[in-house]
């Protein structure tokens, strides 16, 4: 008889209100975004005036994450490049995310710290921004790029939580950083993609006016 395995899935549902979890997500979310709106409004303002400036230079915004965030960087740049909620042209914006053949060449011949750092030493230039997300701030490889955006002399426009972590404390003059008031990655990642979903429509306003 084969011995059971201690990661097997249990034999009964344990009874659990699950309505009533779903509900206490929407509230805890819903008040993580209230309590973050007036302390990150300038932040995100200062973001879009600083990718708008960007995009009218003919720069490019280069976006960056792991695992959700890099879900959240995928969305943002397909956001520009297509359309957010008005037509207009694309806008240059790109995920260093989606390559995989880049990806795992880098994490192969040289480290996983680097996959998106030499992405922006080789396509970054002086008028681009580096869109950096980390829930911690401290995600090593995230970090390497922030540096090596610096080394480019772009700005970095950083979305963290936690207190912002390591990102934090390497962004220098000029870049912006949107740290979410929360320790839970759950509630951040929440907050990330409205303040993303915000950059989107004070893009789109600054360049084409209010609707």
Do not use: W
């Amino acid at each position: 008889m084969r011995a059971p395995q201690s990661d097997s899935l249990p034999q009964r549902l344990v009874p659990i209100d699950l309505a009533a979890r779903v509900s206490r997500h929407f509230s805890d979310s819903a008040q993580t975004k209230l309590a973050a709106a007036a302390a990150l409004a300038p932040a995100i303002v200062g973001a879009t005036q600083l990718m708008v400036r960007c995009l009218m230079a003919n720069g490019k915004i280069l976006a960056c994450g792991n695992g959700g965030s890099a879900a959240d960087a995928q969305h943002f740049a397909a956001e520009l490049l297509n359309r957010f909620e008005r037509e207009r042209p694309g806008l240059a914006a790109l995920a260093l995310t989606t390559d995989t053949s880049t990806l795992t060449s880098i994490a192969n011949d040289y480290d996983y710290v680097q996959v998106f750092s030499k992405q922006v030493l080789a396509l970054g230039q002086p008028n681009d921004v580096l869109l950096a997300l980390s829930t911690s701030g401290s995600s090593p490889n995230v970090v390497a790029a922030v540096q090596a955006a610096h080394e480019r002399e772009m700005k970095v426009v950083a979305l963290t939580g936690r207190g912002g972590g390591e990102i934090g404390r390497r962004l220098a003059a000029g870049d912006v950083h949107v740290c979410v008031p929360h320790d839970r990655t759950a509630r951040i990642q929440e907050v990330h993609l409205l303040s993303l979903h915000c950059l989107c429509d004070g893009i789109d306003c600054l360049l084409l006016g209010m609707e």
